[in-house]
């Protein structure tokens, strides 16, 4: 149960990262792969995301636009 609960929180706060932190990265930064690089320092420390795994966070940006 309580891995369920981690899991589901854990999707929750990637999904806001994705309504609002990436936005503004988007917005803030000089170009894509800039804002890909601030949002990859948020991704690789944050457990949200680190529960992924690095292969599977290195993809997520890839594909970000």
Sequence with gaps: MFRWLKS??????RRIDMKI???ECANQASDLD???AAF????F???AWQILGEDRIKEF???LE
């Design 45 to 47: 420390n944050d457990p």
């Design 8 to 13: 589901a929180w854990y999707a929750r706060l």
């Design 61 to 63: 940006i890839d594909s």
């Design 40 to 43: 990859a320092v948020h991704a």
């Design 21 to 23: 932190l990436w936005p």
């Design 34 to 36: 800039h804002a890909k």
